[in-house]
């Protein structure tokens, strides 16, 4: 057996000093964030009544390789950083594979996943600036979680709104957001202007992430001393998850490795822009050239069946316009369990990236056989992949049974984004043989895709 370790430990002194923000290194970068009024490209003071202003400051910072890691966020990422990274020997045992397979585990805090890297950031930025409230939404719970530990912590208060299916699904979730005392509420809810609009439409409607972004926006707009902040998709939230692929590097640089693959699942994009940032940052230098993967759910295509156009990030038609690819703001996914998947959007860097080929290629698994991976990882690492997670893991399998094929031994590395504990009626269901696979037909996807938006001039 090789000398390289199963787990590979930095240090607390090793936590990163600095983000590494890709879109420094972008040739192109991506196309401007469009005012949904005057349909023109958004400044600073339009921004300002819903973000926090160091954080709209890093969003729209495209010259700066390296932004220093505050000391206050440093010393909170020591509570749970640095992560390690993994290598698979029993995962390659049990697959019989030459390749060497690497994951870089995010799940080891308490929410279960790398959100809190963004949340503690967001807050520690809003409390330097004297915000006092916070809002945001949460589609499986994750984020909201990540959320309420942070807001804990920085002392500021906080309102999740949930998407009503996983409300409803996941009772545990909304408990540990309350044991961090932070307000939780079934999105669509009666609490917004919004919300109310959308329960009129459709009274039984399960809710969706882009809902609960509108109802989250307007009342941080409406609450005095309030902000928004949001999970994913953001520059400003791959800026803060580059710490995952910072540290991923350092810890190659020890053991003499680097990755030929680079494998992450996508919903809005953050833990696969943060775990490939660095890596990525080396092939737009022309320094290296690794295979860079997407996997999304075959329910929630965005990648591989939406559009690249400019669309609203929210159901409510409320947000700037993005140009990313998208599924257009009014589909509304089948409730799979990888709730973290199921976004009509796509974070408008991982989009360039992948518009321009620097990130290879996206693809879609249907959620059977994403658990079926699980399962198999989960038997031979020990560690229960949270359904998100498990996309990745269904590609990382995919490849090293590749390699088996054509004897090559190569590196690859993927995401392990979270644990799958608040899970387990989907795995129960996987178990039972009662899980489905829903694989929207391309009359659905057009329906909602005829809908994006008119901007003159720009998108006709
Ligand atoms: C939220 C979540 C995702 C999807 O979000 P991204 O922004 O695409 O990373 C993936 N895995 C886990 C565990 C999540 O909680």
Known sequence: MSNIPYRTHLSEEEIPRYWYNMQADMKEKHDPFIHPGRLDPVVFEDLQPVFCDELIKQEVNTTDRLIEIPEGIREVYKLYRPSPLCRAYNLEKALGTPAKIYYKFEGNNTSGSHKLNSAIAQVYYAKEQGITNLTTETGAGQWGTALAMAAKLYGVDLTVYMVKVSFEQKPYRKAVIETFDAKIIASPSDTTEVGRMMLAQDPTTSGSLGMAISE??????????????????????????????????????????????????????????????????????????????????????????????????????????????????????????????????????????????????????????????????????TILPAPESSHAIKAAIDEALKCKETGEEKTILFGLSGTGYFDMSAYMQYRNGTMVDYIPSDEELNESLQHLPKIPGIQE
Do not use: W
Request: a neutral charge.
């Open 216 to 381: 989250a926006i307007e009342t941080a707009v409406k609450t005095p001393n309030s902000r928004y902040v949001l999970g994913s998709v953001l520059n400003q939230v791959l800026l803060h998850q580059s710490v995952i692929g910072v540290e991923a590097k350092t810890a190659f640089e020890k053991i003499g490795d680097y990755p030929d693959i680079i494998i992450g699942c996508a919903g809005g994009g953050s833990n696969l822009g943060g775990l490939i940032a660095p890596f990525m940052g080396d092939k737009l230098q022309g320094k290296t050239n690794p295979y860079f993967i997407a996997v999304e759910p075959a329910s929630c295509p965005t990648m591989t069946r939406g559009r690249f156009a400019y669309d609203f990030a929210d159901t409510g038609r409320v947000t700037p316009l993005t140009k990313m690819y998208t599924l257009g703001c009014d589909f509304k996914p089948s409730s799979i369990h990888a709730g973290g998947l199921r976004y009509h959007g796509m974070s408008p860097i991982i989009s360039k990236l992948y518009h321009d080929g620097y990130l290879d290629e996206a693809r879609a698994y249907g959620q059977n056989a994403c658990f079926e991976a699980a399962l198999q990882f989960a038997q031979a690492e």
